[in-house]
């Protein structure tokens, strides 16, 4: 499969130059040379919205608003599938249409409300963090609405009614079918397209709900195990531990601890007999303004891979422990106001990747940094570029009983 991931820095409501800026890093690929194209979690309005008012301009119709365009209109021009992130708003969240259609009157009518979108069915409007996935034509192959949501988005939205999606999409096999140790064969055209199982997340997805699930829960994975995924797509605005400097002075290196983060969460897929291919479309850059903090401090995780990594993690032991900042070494104490809001700034951790998961390893084909904007273009059908051993740690131990595992 040719899969490519648009990884960059879209800042909150600037729509027109986030729009601008996305083209333009897709410019230089040709039609037909690809499968799949992924773009992060609220692709093209920004992420960090600190509140309901602040993200309203931005909200589109259920696949009708800018975005959706956008994703049609390129999709048309690569021939291929686009997936995108945006911001949704329904009067009726049980219809998804099953094309793209022309932003109407009363959808602008609808957005500019005013009412508590964000509440129960008795009001009239609703809105999500939700996926699109269209073809050339302007199809709607699918519709994902996030299930777990952040502190930062459950300012106004709705989790998913209906819980995590997988649903066939026409794409090429994903990997090869021939041994781990066996070349792919040569293929001198694309391979056709087929009816592939893909499950679709958002970045929060990956971690135990509401941060207080058991960590061994594997919500995620073992939905995408049980429903017979080939593919796991995975749109994500993640943050970053990292200071500002951290990630300017290395921007092509990748955060490794975010990607430790998201292979441990999928570790059911690492252990299962099979492989699935994982697209993790990240975004980067640095988003000023207020940020959500839960219980009015900016909250921690203790974790075997350290802190980091959107700050999410296990104790050892396989339970997630919840810190105050006081007690995250480095930290400085933010104190918010009586809604969690703190003025700040939300850095982004990047690292898109491709990867697959199975039989024990984790096979990479491509990674981005932790600071880079651009695309990450990569095709399954040829070697991947490293690939990421999964050992239990009784299994490291050197001859003198000392493990060696990282």
């Not at 959808?107 to 129960?120: F, L, M, P, V």
Request: aromatic letters at 6%; a negative charge; proline letters at 9%.
């Amino acid at each position: 499969m040719r899969v490519c991931t648009l990884q960059f820095a879209p800042q909150p409501g600037e729509i027109e130059s986030n729009t601008s800026r996305a083209s333009c890093l897709i410019a230089d690929l040709q039609p037909g040379s690809l499968d799949l194209l992924v773009l992060p979690e609220l692709a093209l309005t920004g992420y960090n919205f600190p509140s309901l008012n602040a993200i309203k301009p931005c909200l589109e119709p259920t696949a009708a608003g800018r975005s959706a365009r956008w994703a049609v209109t390129t999709a048309s021009r690569l021939a291929c599938t686009v997936v995108i992130g945006y911001p949704e708003t329904t009067t009726n969240p049980s219809v998804i249409p099953t094309t793209v259609r022309p932003e109407r009157p009363e959808d602008t009518a609808q957005k500019a409300s005013g009412d508590d979108i964000t509440a129960t069915s008795a009001h009239k409007t609703y809105n999500f963090n939700s996926t699109l996935a269209v073809d050339p034509s302007g199809r709607v192959l699918a519709h994902y609405r996030k299930s777990y949501l952040y502190y930062t988005d459950a300012t106004w939205a709705l989790p998913s009614p209906t819980g995590f999606l997988t649903t066939p999409l026409p794409l090429p096999l994903p990997l090869p079918s021939s041994s781990p140790t066996s070349p792919p064969p040569a293929s001198p055209s694309p391979p056709p397209a087929q009816s592939t199982p893909t499950t679709f997340a958002i970045c929060m997805d990956f971690n135990p709900h509401a941060f207080t699930a058991p960590w061994s829960a594997y919500e995620l994975a073992h939905h995408a195990l049980s429903t017979n995924a080939s593919v796991l797509l995975a749109g994500m605005a993640w943050l970053t531990f990292k200071e500002r400097a951290e990630l300017d002075a290395l921007p092509a290196e990748p955060d490794w601890s975010s990607l430790s983060h998201w292979v441990e969460r999928l570790r059911p897929l690492s252990e299962a007999d099979g492989e699935t291919l994982v697209v993790v479309a990240n975004r980067v850059g640095v988003e000023e303004g207020g940020t959500r903090v839960c219980d009015l401090e900016r909250v921690g995780w203790e974790s075997v891979w350290g802190a980091g990594g959107g700050g999410h993690g296990t104790e050892e032991g396989g339970e997630q422990r919840k810190v105050k900042v006081e007690d995250v070494p480095g930290a400085e104490p933010v104190v918010g106001d009586e809604d969690g809001v703190v003025a700040g700034e939300a850095r982004y951790a990047g690292t898109s990747v491709v990867m697959a998961l199975g039989r024990g390893r984790t096979r990479v084909w491509g990674i981005l940094g932790r600071a880079e904007e651009g695309v990450l273009r990569v095709d399954t059908a040829e070697e991947p570029e490293s690939v990421l051993v999964l050992r239990k740690e009784s299994d490291a131990l050197d001859d003198d009983g000392h493990s060696d595992s990282q």
